[in-house]
């Protein structure tokens, strides 16, 4: 990898805080200097599974840029402790793998995206920048596969009774009409960056709209509320026509 031009730094001007774990130290050591030298602020790096938990609790990283082959602890172990520990926490994989059953249980152990090492530094970059804005980044072609075991876990469960035209359980919190219409598009796949140009919006107003709903509905990550809009059929046709 070399250098390319690009930044690091969010909307307010705060460098974006990443580790990088990957037990091939080349590897790891020119992902990290590509992120610093564009801007970010690499704040640790790990080669196994147990020093990557250990780090990443005392550095704290906005994303975590995580190799799921490692030593001692696999990278789906690590993600699934870090998140279930800090749920603000990005998580980008960045794998050799394409295979789909690494894809899909890397998406189940919380990480936001699924990056194969066969990108270009320019793609690295831009997706460790969307993943700090919360955005899914998948390497093309996988996208779609993640949004497909989205609907067939939705599909598991019977949906629950009683669930209003918002997908709202009775006593359930109350969502507005904006965070139920992020919250349809975010079920349909859409981006942070595309929900924010459909809605005529900026792209912190909508992370706003899905961190709230979370919120409310206590909720942990994207796979989580996208599981519950497609449960409550808020990602169909039906649910965008009453918007």
């Known amino acids: 990898?070399?250098?390319?031009?690009?930044?690091?730094?969010?909307?307010?001007?705060?460098?974006?805080?990443?580790?990088?774990?990957d037990d091939h130290p080349m590897w790891r050591d020119a992902v990290a200097r590509d992120l610093a030298e564009s801007g970010?602020?690499?704040?640790?790096?790990?080669?196994?599974?147990e020093q990557a938990v250990r780090r990443a609790l005392a550095a704290a990283p906005d994303v975590l840029v995580l190799d799921?082959?490692?030593?001692?602890?696999p990278g789906v172990r690590v993600c699934k402790e870090l998140v279930a520990r800090n749920p603000a926490l990005r998580v980008l994989v960045l794998s050799a793998s394409g295979e789909h059953a690494d894809v899909l249980e890397a998406v189940k152990s919380g990480?936001?995206?699924?990056?194969?090492?066969?990108?270009?530094?320019?793609?690295?970059?831009?997706?460790?920048?969307r993943t700090a804005?919360?955005?899914p980044v998948f390497t093309p072609g996988l996208a779609g596969l993640v949004l497909g075991e989205y609907r067939r876990l939705a599909a598991e469960p019977a949906p629950a009774a009683g669930a209003g035209a918002d997908g709202r359980e009775p006593g359930a919190p109350r969502l507005t009409e904006r965070e139920t219409e992020v919250l349809r598009l975010v079920a349909k796949g859409l981006s942070y960056k595309q929900?924010?140009?459909?809605?005529?919006?900026?792209?912190?107003?909508?992370?706003?709209?899905?961190?709230?709903t979370l919120g409310k509905l206590q909720?942990?990550?994207?796979?989580?509320?996208?599981?519950?809009?497609?449960?409550?059929?808020?990602d169909g046709e039906e649910g965008e026509r009453n918007t």
Do not use: C, W
Request: hydrophobic content about 40%.
């Open 1 to 21: 990898m070399t250098a390319t031009s690009g930044t690091g730094q969010g909307e307010e001007d705060a460098p974006v805080r990443v580790m990088v774990v």
């Open 40 to 49: 970010f602020e690499v704040v640790a790096t790990a080669g196994d599974g």
């Open 68 to 73: 799921l082959n490692l030593p001692v602890k």
């Open 111 to 129: 990480a936001t995206g699924y990056l194969l090492k066969s990108a270009s530094t320019q793609e690295l970059l831009d997706a460790v920048r």
């Open 133 to 135: 804005a919360g955005d």
């Open 195 to 212: 929900i924010a140009e459909r809605l005529v919006i900026s792209h912190r107003t909508v992370q706003n709209h899905v961190q709230n």
């Open 219 to 234: 909720l942990h990550n994207r796979v989580e509320l996208v599981r519950y809009a497609i449960e409550r059929g808020l």
